[in-house]
C-alpha cells in the first residue's frame, strides 16, 4: 500500500466531455461503444441501442494521468466496463480500482450527489481528488464533515473536460499534500 493520495476518475464528463461541440481539433477521438447501463436503458431494437453510446476521449490523457503523484481509481457509472472500454483508449493499465456504486442515480433525501457517501467510504481516510461534473458545494462541505484526510473535489465542465488548468490543479494540490514519490 502506498501513501501517495487517491485519483477519483469520473468518465462523463471528465474524461468524455460530452457536452462539447468540436473535440476533432484537439486530439480527441470518437468511439462506439455499448456499456451495460447504457444497453439497460435504451428502447430494445432502438437505433442507439445498436450504434452504441459515442464517447469521445483523449489518447493522452493516460499517460498524463500516470505521470502524477497519486494512485489512481475509477469513481463513475462505468465502474469495472471502464478498465475494458475507457482505459485501453485514453493509455490506461487494465486493472485499476473501482469503487463500486450500488446506488446507481438513487436520489439522496438532502440532496448530496449519490456517489459522496460512497466516495469517502472506500477513500477511507486517506488523502484523495475527486474529479467529475456533478460536484456542488453541498458534496464539498460534506467531504469535509466526513473525511478524516485531505481532499479536493474537482468539478470539471463536461463541455470541456479534463484539460490543462485541470492538470495544473493536480499537480500544485499534490505538492500542497506532501513529497511523493
Known amino acids: 500500500m502506498t501513501d501517495r493520495p487517491l485519483l477519483l476518475l469520473d468518465v462523463d464528463g471528465p474524461l468524455n466531455p460530452f457536452g462539447a461541440r468540436l473535440l476533432r481539433h484537439r486530439g480527441y477521438v470518437t468511439r462506439r461503444v455499448h456499456p451495460t447501463n447504457w444497453s439497460a436503458r435504451q428502447k430494445p431494437g432502438s437505433r442507439r441501442l445498436r450504434r452504441g453510446l459515442r464517447i469521445r476521449l483523449h489518447p493522452g490523457h493516460g499517460a498524463r494521468l500516470l505521470a502524477l503523484p497519486y494512485d489512481l481509481a475509477w469513481a463513475t457509472t462505468w465502474m469495472h466496463e471502464a478498465n475494458e472500454m475507457i482505459g485501453p483508449v485514453i493509455g490506461l493499465p487494465a486493472a485499476l480500482p473501482v469503487i463500486e456504486f450500488t446506488n446507481l442515480f438513487a436520489e439522496e433525501p438532502d440532496g448530496l450527489y449519490w456517489k459522496t457517501r460512497r466516495v469517502v467510504e472506500w477513500a477511507d481516510g486517506r488523502p484523495f481528488v475527486w474529479v467529475d461534473d456533478m460536484i456542488t458545494d453541498l458534496d464539498v462541505r460534506h467531504v469535509a464533515e466526513h473525511h478524516t484526510g485531505r481532499a479536493l473535489l474537482l468539478r470539471i465542465d ?10 495544473a490543479e493536480l499537480e500544485r494540490w499534490a505538492r500542497d499534500v506532501g513529497p511523493w514519490s
Do not use: A, D, H, Q
Open 158 to 167: 463536461p463541455r470541456r473536460g479534463l484539460g490543462e488548468r485541470e492538470f
